[in-house]
């Protein structure tokens, strides 16, 4: 019988990573948002990141092989639309990484309202332009630097 | 309100988003360039995804019925069910048109989701109002998108300030449909958990003058208006839509990838 305390089930958990972000965890990311353990069964409650993102049901298979792999064998996932996911879940440690993978962090969504550009990943200059609101993935969209022309991806605010 | 009704009502809604999702779709590896090709495709995949939730819902509310003989799934309903059961607003089984054509249909569309779901996230009906709180974060996005490509089109060449025109005259008299409303939705904005469609009429005028205002785009005229979608009649678009969409699951039931 594996060890069912949520700090075990949770370090478990550490080792998913986002299947188009492979430098975030589900933790950095903000989806997990309960664990309720009943008895043997592992119930995990997670919440969506875009209504279509398909790395959804990616993660939700990888939790539950996660799981299988360490020896729990009854393993539930549920996912809750409300509160809506937020890039304010993110943690810092998952902003951080996600800068030095290339890829410029949301700012917090109380800042939006100034309308900042985001900072260059790679050069740090806030001299940057939007080149599209649309990018590789739903969560992100595409800017470049005026400063070292790097073209670079960035996390939506959301 | 009988449960008919709001399944009626998230039905709407779901065929819906999945519709003009279907639409936008066809844009894949079309766009005009990369980029906008990844941003409609984007937004469709985003309809695509409310459309699921309110199917989901929808089907778990069929699946409570005593009659367990006929399961229902968010498949089933996208893909078995006829023409006339599909009670989309007609303006998104429209066909794609030009890239005109997309960027107004899609603008108009996302003025009136925008203020549709602002009220719904208030809905007494707490799955409906998840849904709209999870849902207005990216309309707010295609909204935002859309009315860039209006002014940008609009007051651009005169080859785009005509084809903007143009997309007007084509798309105007399917926008009336969207607020006046049906039995479903009178019955469930009764109840507090639809929305009447009416009251945002004066909204939605509002900001779509700003932005053709800005686009250098006149506002049009009142004119006649088709009405139907909602009830189950279409244009002869979505049939031809809907047997393309449908073909594979008509032909092997139960397929999976």
Same mark, same amino acid.
């Given at each position: 019988?594996?060890?069912?305390?949520?700090?075990?089930?949770?370090?478990?958990? &550490?080792?998913?990573?986002?299947?188009?972000?492979?430098?975030?965890?589900?933790?950095?990311?903000?989806?997990?948002?309960?664990?309720?353990?009943?008895?043997?069964?592992?119930?995990?409650?997670?919440?969506?990141? #875009?209504?279509?993102?398909?790395?959804?049901?990616?993660?939700?298979? &990888?939790?539950?092989?996660?799981?299988?792999?360490?020896? #729990?064998?009854?393993?539930?996932? !549920?996912?809750?639309?409300?509160?809506?996911?937020?890039?304010?879940?993110?943690?810092?440690?998952?902003?951080?990484?996600?800068?030095?993978?290339?890829? =410029?962090?949301?700012?917090?969504?109380?800042?939006?309202?100034?309308?900042?550009?985001? =900072?260059?990943?790679?050069?740090?200059?806030?001299? !940057?332009?939007?080149?599209?609101?649309?990018?590789?993935? =739903?969560?992100?969209?595409?800017?470049?630097?005026?400063?070292?022309?790097?073209?670079? &991806?960035?996390?939506?605010?959301? | 309100?009988?449960?008919?009704?709001?399944?009626?009502?998230? +039905?709407?809604?779901?065929?819906?988003?999945?519709?003009?999702?279907?639409?936008?779709?066809?844009?894949?590896?079309?766009?005009?360039?990369?980029?906008?090709?990844?941003?409609?495709?984007?937004?469709?995949?985003?309809?695509?995804?409310?459309? *699921?939730?309110? $199917?989901?819902?929808?089907?778990?509310?069929?699946?409570?019925?005593?009659?367990?003989?006929?399961?229902?799934?968010?498949?089933?309903?996208? $893909?078995?069910?006829?023409?006339?059961?599909?009670?989309?607003? +007609? %303006?998104?089984?429209?066909?794609?048109?030009?890239?005109?054509?997309? @960027?107004?249909?899609?603008?108009?569309?996302? @003025?009136?989701? $925008?203020?549709?779901?602002?009220?719904?996230?208030?809905?007494?009906?707490?799955?409906?109002?998840?849904?709209?709180?999870?849902?207005?974060?990216?309309?707010?996005?295609?909204?935002?998108?859309?009315?860039?490509? @209006?002014? *940008? %089109?609009?007051?651009?060449?005169?080859?785009?300030?005509?084809?903007?025109?143009?997309?007007?005259?084509?798309?105007?008299?399917?926008?009336?449909?969207?607020?006046?409303? @049906?039995?479903?939705?009178?019955?469930?904005?009764?109840?507090?958990?639809?929305?009447?469609?009416?009251? +945002?009429?004066?909204?939605?005028?509002?900001?779509?003058?700003?932005?053709?205002?800005?686009?250098? %785009?006149?506002?049009?005229?009142?004119?006649?208006?088709?009405?139907?979608?909602?009830?189950?009649?279409?244009?002869?678009?979505?049939?031809?839509? %809907?047997?393309?969409?449908?073909?594979?699951?008509?032909? $092997?039931?139960?397929?999976?990838?």
């Amino acid at each position: 019988m594996p060890d069912t305390s949520k700090q075990k089930i949770l370090s478990i958990l &550490d080792e998913v990573c986002d299947p188009e972000i492979p430098v975030l965890t589900i933790s950095d990311l903000g989806i997990i948002r309960e664990l309720i353990i009943h008895g043997e069964e592992i119930e995990i409650v997670i919440t969506p990141t #875009y209504s279509g993102c398909p790395a959804m049901d990616a993660i939700s298979m &990888d939790i539950r092989l996660k799981l299988i792999e360490h020896g #729990y064998k009854k393993v539930k996932i !549920t996912s809750v639309l409300s509160p809506a996911w937020t890039t304010d879940w993110m943690s810092a440690d998952g902003k951080r990484k996600l800068k030095e993978y290339g890829i =410029a962090p949301p700012g917090n969504r109380s800042d939006e309202a100034s309308d900042r550009l985001p =900072a260059c990943p790679q050069c740090n200059s806030t001299n !940057t332009k939007l080149l599209s609101q649309f990018g590789s993935t =739903a969560c992100k969209a595409l800017y470049q630097c005026n400063d070292c022309k790097e073209p670079f &991806d960035y996390f939506k605010c959301h | 309100m009988n449960k008919q009704t709001l399944i009626d009502y998230i +039905l709407h809604l779901a065929d819906t988003t999945l519709i003009l999702s279907q639409r936008n779709s066809e844009w894949c590896a079309h766009g005009p360039i990369l980029e906008q090709d990844i941003a409609i495709t984007n937004i469709s995949l985003d309809l695509l995804g409310q459309s *699921r939730y309110l $199917y989901q819902y929808a089907a778990a509310l069929l699946n409570e019925s005593a009659d367990k003989t006929n399961i229902h799934s968010e498949d089933s309903l996208a $893909y078995m069910r006829t023409e006339r059961e599909f009670k989309n607003l +007609l %303006l998104t089984e429209l066909p794609k048109g030009d890239w005109a054509q997309t @960027v107004l249909r899609q603008f108009l569309f996302s @003025v009136y989701q $925008y203020l549709l779901f602002e009220q719904l996230q208030k809905s007494k009906d707490e799955q409906l109002a998840a849904i709209a709180q999870k849902s207005i974060k990216e309309t707010t996005y295609h909204l935002k998108w859309s009315s860039d490509w @209006v002014i *940008r %089109l609009g007051d651009g060449t005169d080859e785009s300030h005509a084809r903007m025109n143009k997309a007007i005259e084509m798309l105007w008299e399917y926008t009336g449909e969207l607020f006046i409303p @049906v039995d479903y939705e009178i019955e469930s904005a009764k109840e507090g958990i639809g929305t009447d469609t009416a009251s +945002l009429k004066q909204h939605w005028i509002q900001k779509v003058k700003d932005v053709f205002e800005e686009a250098t %785009l006149q506002f049009p005229k009142d004119r006649f208006m088709q009405t139907g979608g909602k009830q189950g009649t279409h244009t002869e678009n979505l049939g031809y839509m %809907l047997a393309e969409m449908q073909s594979l699951q008509r032909t $092997y039931p139960g397929a999976e990838w």
